[in-house]
């Protein structure tokens, strides 16, 4: 039987659904997989089920030259912790779980506008400490995100829900930033680079995968150029953006605040990050609902039985 290894604790649900077509071996455990682990699993599997952390660099595959794994079912839109190039050179399929996470991370990238803007976490934390004295009328004034602008850089599936949401839910205009124009089924204005699209908007979203091609791309410039009154979100990944150059940014009120969902260098968070009043920081929690935790995990296994089936699998990178 086709054995299968699946990386990270999942839904239980995700791991009997895998069970129902595989020899499957279950890692149940939230940390990222070591290098031994990394490299057995290409050794000692015909597929393996990984996620974010799970490091799948260049490296990993120079070590299995005549692997016996075939394919890597990642659970996740985002893989850039697999080096997929050197997968395919190596002869194993990549592929991701892109549909299901559209919804839930938009959902992630509102409760970030609202909470910066309105200064939620900050107000939050005053409630909490006993240090509130009561509502008095110019008390912890924040930004009315509606009506305002909305900028979004890279305009793909959760660009255009995080647009859509803001457009339809708050009356905002919508600008962007992306690789290639885009056909909507909203008026949105687009800008030839995140610099100026970033002077342009009341709110910037960075929603572009992961890589190479995007690492810091939100840099100094762009906060540079962004308005001292506009609020920064990041529910891409970490690298997207120079972490440096927003602390800077947000220590010198070049921007009024930023709501963070990611890392650059996750899971660490900078404490002088942590120190700031005006940036809301969550814990990755994009995804995280049960139902759509669920959703993913069964699209990772259809890819690996359709692999396995000898089917086109439904989601290759």
């Known amino acids: 039987m086709t054995k299968v290894f699946i990386a990270r604790g999942l839904p239980a649900s995700v791991v009997d659904t895998a069970r129902g077509f595989f020899d499957v071996t279950f890692r149940d455990r939230p940390d990222p997989m070591s290098r031994e682990e990394l490299i057995a699993s290409l050794q000692d599997y015909d597929g393996v089920l990984p996620t974010l952390g799970d490091a799948y660099s260049a490296d990993i595959f120079a070590e299995v030259p005549d692997p016996r794994c075939q394919i890597l079912a990642n659970f996740g839109v985002g893989y850039n912790h697999i080096d997929a190039a050197a997968a395919k ?32 976490g900050e107000g939050e934390r005053l409630v909490r400490a006993g240090e509130w004295q009561g509502w008095h009328p110019t008390q912890m004034l924040g930004l009315h995100m509606s009506g305002k602008r909305l900028g979004i850089v890279g305009m793909g599936r959760i660009g255009q829900a995080i647009a859509r949401r803001g457009h339809f839910g708050f009356g905002m205009s919508v600008a962007y930033a992306s690789r290639s124009p885009k056909e909507l089924d909203f008026d949105a204005t687009a800008y030839d680079s995140p610099q100026a699209l970033a002077a342009n908007v009341d709110v910037l979203v960075a929603a572009v995968p992961g890589g190479a091609a995007t690492h810091h791309l939100i840099d100094a410039t762009v906060f540079d150029a962004m308005p001292a009154h506009a609020h920064f979100i990041n529910i891409s990944r970490g690298d997207v953006v120079d972490e440096a150059a927003l602390i800077t940014a947000l220590q010198t009120g070049a921007i009024a605040g930023a709501g963070l969902d990611v890392y650059e260098f996750e899971p660490q968070v900078p404490n002088a990050l942590r120190a700031l009043d005006n940036v809301v920081l969550l814990p990755h929690l994009g995804t995280a609902a049960l139902e759509v935790r669920e959703d993913m995990g069964r699209m990772a296994v259809e890819n690996l039985r359709a692999f396995f089936a000898g089917e086109p699998v439904p989601n290759p990178v």
């Not at 399929?93 to 803007?117: F, H, Q, R």
């Open 89 to 120: 050179t190596a002869g194993i399929t990549v592929t991701n779980t892109p549909g299901a996470v559209t919804d839930a991370t938009a959902d992630i990238a509102l409760t970030l506008m609202l909470m910066s803007a309105r200064r939620a």
